[in-house]
């Protein structure tokens, strides 16, 4: 009885390659299928969005012209999309410098209660972004601070710095400091050494932590939402679009969104390398 | 520095602008001082307001009483203890509940049921190791085909084929999600020549497009760290296993899965944490039966209108995580 079992575990074992690949592509399946369903319906001629009754571009062709498509208003999305892209960007200015200095910092010196600010350093990539939000918003409220996205930036930063710092930190590990002795022994000072020597060969690293943050603000919601008042924002936009359920017009935002990123990272990954 | 008190003034500059450059700390002060005062007044300081709130309590029109005599521990004992019963009562009913719901055959052990508040964490945490075993099963097959069978060239572009839905946004990927479970979608027609899925069936706002929408989202973050493990093991210890009698399963569970742990269990808390926190996926998915924790935390600071409750809510959420983080690091895993 054992020994059969045995047998039939190591069979299947051994056939295991087969089983992996069938595996793999079923994950790869379940990872793509639904963007692949999204973007199909997005082309589908009909009011009610998810049954399939044939190709059209109607739904482009009208938001695209301005006209609001089942209660997308294309002027709204727009505008939601430049308040996104501007916070992202003050925000990713922002951490990246910080996030760099940072990690310098956590590298290259030791200090009492290091391990304690690491830890704190971590703190806001793991912690729930709802209790980020909310925190945010009451301190804000006290102070007494208007919200706005001068106030969402300021909570982007918050948890940006820790992503840069994070990703450059990994790669300052891996980093030759010789290379920056060399250079100050050839005469170059604390400036010249990091300008041509640190900051080149480091770039990667700042510029995939750079990418992680302006990802990970442009894609926020739940942050968002408690500390920017009135505004809107592209992912708060497409929330209360779909609170209101499927229709044509927010398939239509969604394939935007959904093409328009992925293909942007996937140029960025292509000159980067894999980067996560 | 007494005998150059009596040099010109700009040598004093230059020396003393030397010493602050050669002193061991200041780089480091320069270094940290943006980023301390950012976490510090931005993210710290917010905590404290939030922690201090915990402790607080609700007026009779959902203001928030923080004065000296309001303070106490009262929100925590809300959360943990049913109304008129002790803690030992309650702790006992809380591990009566939860063992009546993970073995079927009892049913009544404790007289007292635990608070909804304690019952919600424990679901929340459910969710978050639910997501994180099916994440491991289907993701651990494939992070091991990628890392060791696939052939070399094709490993990166297999896992940025992993990363890319990671970067692609969030929410968006949810609506996909709700765009197949949803009555008549493709994937719900297919299912309906099942003979036991009924015609114009709908899995959403259930427990399962809740479970179906935190794997999709996270999965990619057990892949990822299983795979780099995987891709460093040395594999010629599998064949010296295998050439000294053990079968191929054998060889894999003593000798290549051991060395594949640490991914494994970077992946795990990678999982966890964020599924056990999360509150837009089921705020999209789930149903009245599938809220968690982070639904019941922003319900609190919304209509419902305990900003203390809420906000002690929030803090037992983060003990757990914390709790999690230090059974990883207990086993011996690092951050980072």
Redesign the interface.
């Known amino acids: 009885m054992m020994g059969a079992f045995r047998r039939a575990r190591a069979a299947l074992f051994e056939r295991g390659a087969g089983l992996l690949v069938a595996q793999t592509a079923f994950v790869y399946l379940f990872l793509y299928l639904p963007i692949a369903v999204l973007i199909t319906l997005s082309f589908n001629d009909s009011r009610y969005a998810v049954v399939w009754q044939g190709f059209t571009t109607k739904w482009y062709t009208a938001l695209l012209q301005g006209e609001t498509v089942a209660r997308v208003d294309p002027t709204a999305a727009w505008n939601a999309l430049l308040n996104s892209v501007e916070i992202a960007v003050a925000m990713v200015v922002i951490s990246t410098v910080f996030g760099t200095m940072l990690a310098f910092a956590l590298d290259r010196y030791d200090f009492p209660g290091k391990r304690l600010f690491t830890g704190v350093v971590f703190m806001p990539i793991i912690i729930p972004s709802i209790v980020m939000g909310i925190s945010l918003l009451l301190f804000f409220n006290i102070v007494g601070i208007q919200l706005g996205t001068g106030t969402a930036i300021i909570g982007h930063v918050a948890f940006g710095i820790s992503f840069v710092a994070v990703v450059v930190a990994a790669r300052l590990q891996t980093f030759d400091q010789t290379m920056e002795e060399a250079a100050m022994d050839l005469g170059a000072n604390e400036l010249e050494t990091l300008r041509f020597v640190t900051l080149p060969m480091i770039k990667p690293g700042i510029f995939a932590g750079a990418l992680l943050a302006f990802a990970m603000s442009f894609d926020d919601y739940v942050v968002t939402f408690f500390i920017i008042g009135q505004e809107n924002t592209l992912p708060i936009f497409f929330f209360g679009m779909v609170r209101q359920g499927i229709s044509p017009g927010v398939n239509v935002v969604a394939a935007l969104i959904i093409v328009v990123t992925m293909a942007l990272v996937a140029v960025a990954q292509w000159f980067q390398g894999p980067t996560w | 520095m007494g005998r150059d008190s009596n040099d010109r003034a700009s040598g004093l500059d230059a020396q003393l602008v030397r010493r602050i450059?050669r002193n061991?700390?200041t780089?480091?002060i320069?270094?940290?001082a943006?980023?301390?005062f950012?976490?510090g007044v931005?993210?710290?300081?917010?905590?404290a307001?939030?922690f201090f709130?915990s402790f607080g309590e609700r007026g009779a029109f959902g203001e928030v009483l923080l004065a000296v005599e309001n303070l106490g521990l009262q929100q925590y004992r809300r959360f943990f203890i049913p109304e008129d019963t002790s803690i030992l009562v309650a702790l006992w009913a809380t591990v009566a509940w939860l063992i009546e719901t993970a073995v079927p055959g009892i049913e009544t052990l404790s007289a007292t049921q635990p608070t909804p508040y304690v019952r919600l964490l424990f679901k929340s945490i459910g969710y978050g190791v639910l997501a994180t075993v099916v994440s491991f099963a289907?993701?651990y097959?494939?992070a091991?085909?990628?890392g060791h069978?696939?052939p070399e060239r094709y490993q990166?572009l297999?896992?940025?084929?992993?990363?890319?839905?990671?970067?692609?946004?969030?929410?968006?990927?949810?609506?996909?999600?709700?765009?197949?479970l949803?009555?008549?979608?493709?994937?719900m027609s297919a299912l309906a020549v099942l003979p036991f899925v009924e015609q114009g069936a709908s899995l959403m706002y259930s427990q399962f497009a809740v479970l179906l929408g935190l794997v999709?989202i996270w999965?990619p973050f057990m892949?990822?760290p299983v795979y780099s493990s995987i891709e460093e093991i040395d594999f010629t210890l599998q064949e010296a296993a295998m050439d000294l009698g053990a079968?191929?399963?054998e060889a894999?569970y003593h000798v290549i899965f051991p060395q594949s742990k640490p991914g494994v269990m970077a992946g795990s808390v990678l999982v966890f944490?964020?599924s056990a926190?999360?509150?837009?996926i089921p705020e999209?998915l789930g149903g009245t039966d599938s809220q968690m924790i982070?639904n019941f935390?922003?319900s609190q600071?919304g209509s419902a209108g305990n900003?203390p409750l809420?906000?002690a809510g929030?803090f037992v959420?983060?003990g757990v995580?914390l709790l999690s983080?230090a059974a990883y690091q207990r086993g011996g895993g690092e951050?980072?």
């Open positions: 450059r061991q700390w780089g480091a320069v270094n940290l943006p980023s301390a950012w976490l931005f993210f710290l300081a917010p905590l307001v939030m709130f289907v993701g097959p494939m091991y085909y990628i069978i696939a990166n297999l896992i940025v084929l992993v990363i890319l839905p990671f970067w692609a946004s969030f929410l968006v990927r949810i609506y996909a999600i709700q765009l197949l949803s009555a008549n979608s493709v994937l999709y999965i892949i990822l079968d191929r399963f894999f944490i964020p926190g999360a509150y837009v999209l982070g935390i922003a600071f900003w809420g906000a929030a959420l983060m995580m983080i951050l980072g």
